[in-house]
């Protein structure tokens, strides 16, 4: 089964008490929230979100930061694309812009990220964006 959601921005409360079953997968459309901090709040999260029994298959918002841009991730094949993953949390998948998946017999392409409405008021106070 393919569930579809979006902009969780780290808030994965609605998932953990669903019984998914194995080969579930759900597509974030961007800004999941699991790469914002860059430290050990993200290890915390990712550690919940490889408890569940499903596959996260995020495509990157513009609020997080790009997986290819962290060293922990490494590029493989999946859902006949390339996509990130990091060894130790092998359920949280992270799409590459520009590729196309087939995912449940569904081929899905990728375009991540959008434009920041609130890019300057965020860079201004120092904020993350």
């Known amino acids: 089964m393919i569930y579809i959601t979006g ?6 409360r609605r998932l953990y008490n669903n ?12 800004d999941a929230g699991i790469n914002y901090f860059l430290d050990d709040r993200d290890i915390t999260l990712k550690d919940n979100l490889n408890k569940l ?12 930061e ?14 006949s694309g390339k996509v ?13 812009d520009g590729e196309i998946y087939n995912i449940d017999g569904k081929s899905v392409l990728v375009i991540g990220g959008a ?15």
Do not use: Q
């Open 53 to 64: 029994n499903v596959k996260l298959f995020c495509i990157r918002g513009n609020h997080e």
């Open 19 to 30: 019984e998914f079953k194995e080969g579930d997968t759900i597509i974030i459309l961007g």
């Open 66 to 79: 790009r997986p290819e841009y962290i060293d922990s991730y490494e590029e493989i094949e999946m859902f």
């Open 115 to 129: 434009y920041s409405v609130d890019k300057d008021y965020r860079i201004m106070y120092g904020y993350r964006w």
């Open 7 to 12: 902009d969780t921005h780290r808030d994965f």
């Open 84 to 96: 990130m993953i990091e060894k130790d949390y092998p359920n949280l998948i992270f799409a590459k």
